[in-house]
Structure formats: C-alpha cells, structure tokens
C-alpha cells in the first residue's frame, strides 16, 4: 500500500514540517528546538521506510496493526498541519486581496486563516478519533424498494438482503463481533435471497478461517450468492501469478464450503411459481491498473432468453457504464466497492465530485444501478458514511 505511492506519502509527511519550518520558525528559533520540530518528521519519515519495504499491499493480520498505526498517526499529526497550512494560505491570500484593494492601508490585515487553522486542529482530531472507536463500530439496516414494470408478478415483494466489502481481515478478536451482529442482523431480515458484492478479504484467504464458522451461518429462502471483488484475486500479495491464482481459487473455495454461491462471469435462473429471474454474476471489472478487469458479460449472460429479467451482480460499479449499460440487457445492477468513501460530511461525500457512481440509486434509461456503502473496510473506519446492509425489495408496479 505505501510502496505504491512512496514518493507521495513522503511528500505529505515532510513538505508541511518544511513550509511551516520557513515560515514560522527559521532564523527564530535555536537549534536543538529546530531540531525538536523535526524529529516526528524524521520518526514519521522511517516509520513509512518501513512499510514501504512490506512485500505484499498490507501487513499479514498478525502484524496488520503496525500499518493501523502509521495512519493513525497520519490522521493525528500529518491532516491537522496540512489543514492549518492551507487555511493559512487562504488567510494570507484574501490578506492579499484587500491591501490590493486598498489604496493605502494604515495596517496589514490580520490573517484570519492561521486562527481558523488553529480551530480546524481540533475537528480534525474529532473526526479521526470518532471514525476510528465509534463510527467504524456502527452498522446500519437500509430498507429500499425496486420498482419496474419489467419484474415478473411472482416476485413482487421478493426481499434481498444486499452486503458487500466485509474485509473480514479487519476483524480481530477485539472487534470480530462486529461480523458476528452483522450476519445476526441479515438473518434476522428473513431474506429471500442474500447477496454479496465482493471484497470478502483484505488480501489473502487465511483471513476467512477464523470467521468462516459465523459467515456459515447466514440463511435465506433461495440461497446466499456472491461475486469477487478486487481484493478477493489476491492480487494485492507479493508472489508469483502461480500463487495468487491459486489464493484466489481457495478464496472461492472456502466461500462454497459456507454454502455460497459464487458466480464466475454466469448466471443462474431464480424460480419462484411459474415465474423466474435471471441472476448474473460478472467477475470484477475494474480499470485494470489497479482493480482487476476480468467481467465477460457475453460470457455471463450467454444464452438468456431476450425478454428474460436479468439482475446483475457487479462489485465495481465504474463496470455499469463501461459494459452494463452498453449491452442493454440487465435491468437491475448491484454493486459495492466504493464504501462511500468510509467518509462524508453532513451526508456530503467527496466521491461526488468525481461524477462517478458511488452510493445509492442511479438510473439509465430502464436499467437502475444501486450501490451499497459496504459493510467494513480495509482501514476500520468510518465517519458519516457507516457500515450497512440493505434491504432491497422487488417490486412490480
């Protein structure tokens, strides 16, 4: 994870020890107190040395809290001094603007930003503290309705309990009853039908066995169905293509033992009266840089009938409008993926200026997409965008 972007994670930790070095304290301050303002940048700087020599994306679960760590210190020193410098620089620019404006000022203008950096310190704090030991903790039951024409009659009111992005890796024995109340809460739907969107695991399949016992014990009327997400191909480890290919085979694997279904670019047909719907699964299709590309949806969808009600099943929902919508023939998509970010403010997401699909309903011509802000997370936080399940029902009219 940081040996991706070492360069970046370097530039973030010492430009604003650098700027504020200048600005505020050269040629005021004596050495060894100079040389005290740069020891965290010099112990942040080798702490992401170190990371950055880790083989795979992340730390094996046994030593997972040492990459916790580095961000947490991240969200503790590094955010907060970025923060104040670039409301500083927003002071001391509109301090800028009105002596410009002015023809002849008796005073400079006081620089209002430096106090309104100062305050953001704090809220900053709040939001990483909150989002670490309480909003990660949080889980909530999403009801929402699916309404088309299309749907056949005997499936109006079918109920299908939709979680995704459980990286289950991230559950430790302190917090594993968090999967616990989870799978607790989905059965406690009484579902129709269970479908997970993928990213089972952080990175690799052992993270399952110590939770496949509780994952086992999910139960609906026509199954548990899944697909893969970017993480679940273990392509995120150190090692040849050999060995990840045969991580991710055991992760499907392991997922059939618990009594899922996994759907590998096909589909299968839900029967209900004399009635059916076709159930898709498209393997993940990311941009295929940095999230897997392997969704054939011609592949998936090989031989259904024209007029069939076709639900797909997508972990990354940038593969709606790359192949999805383009092909025409599924009404309704799920997928996951984006976590919502695990962060919005007062229901503000940053995702939303990207334009993308991130969370939610979206809808071209007759075919709707909704996404689901996931379950957990790779980093065990969440502030204003919490963990939920969702329960999705189908409706004719």
């Not at 907060?80 to 001391?92: D, E, R």
């Not at 009266?273 to 592949?299: C, S, T, W, Y």
């Not at 996931?374 to 399940?389: D, H, M, N, Y």
């Amino acid at each position: 994870m940081i040996a991706r972007d070492i360069l970046l994670f370097l530039l973030l930790i010492i430009l604003p020890f650098l700027c504020i070095d200048l600005r505020w304290f050269k040629g005021k301050k004596a050495w060894w107190k100079r040389l005290l303002w740069w020891m965290p940048c010099v112990a942040m700087t080798a702490y992401c040395g170190y990371l950055a020599m880790e083989r795979d994306f992340i730390p094996g679960n046994d030593r997972i809290f040492i990459l916790y760590g580095f961000l947490f210190l991240l969200g503790l020193i590094i955010i907060p001094m970025w923060t104040f410098l670039i409301c500083s620089s927003l002071g001391k620019g509109c301090s800028w603007i009105i002596r410009k404006c002015k023809k002849s000022p008796r005073r400079k203008p006081r620089n209002y930003g430096n106090l309104l950096g100062v305050l953001s310190v704090p809220v900053v704090w709040f939001i990483l503290f909150w989002g670490t030991f309480v909003g990660f903790n949080k889980l909530e039951v999403n009801h929402t309705d699916y309404i088309s024409k299309d749907l056949p009659k005997a499936f109006d009111g079918y109920r299908i309990v939709l979680f995704s992005d459980a990286h289950v890796g991230s559950y430790q024995k302190h917090n594993s009853w968090l999967l616990q109340r989870a799978v607790d809460s989905i059965n406690a739907q009484k579902p129709d039908m269970i479908i997970f969107a993928g990213d089972l695991q952080n990175i690799q399949p052992q993270e399952l066995y110590p939770h496949i016992d509780v994952l086992g014990t999910l139960k609906a009327k026509d199954g548990i169905y899944s697909v893969l997400g970017n993480h679940d191909y273990a392509e995120y480890i150190g090692g040849d293509e050999a060995i990840k290919a045969a991580n991710c085979k055991e992760t499907v694997s392991l997922e059939r033992q618990m009594g899922w279904n996994v759907l590998l670019n096909e589909h299968c047909t839900i029967e209900r009266d004399k009635d059916h719907v076709i159930l898709a699964g498209m393997e993940n299709d990311g941009d295929g840089k940095r999230f897997p590309q392997k969704g054939d949806i011609n592949k998936t969808l090989e031989n259904v009938a024209e007029h069939d009600f076709i639900l797909m099943l997508e972990h990354d929902p940038s593969a709606w409008r790359r192949k999805i919508v383009k092909d025409g023939r599924s009404q309704l998509t799920l997928s996951g993926h984006t976590h919502k970010m695990q962060f919005s403010l007062f229901d503000w997401c940053p995702l939303s200026l990207t334009g993308k699909e991130f969370n939610g309903w979206y809808q071209e011509g007759s075919q709707q997409l909704f996404v689901t802000a996931g379950l957990g997370g790779l980093i065990p936080f969440r502030f204003g965008a919490t963990g939920e399940i969702v329960v999705l029902t189908l409706r004719s009219h």
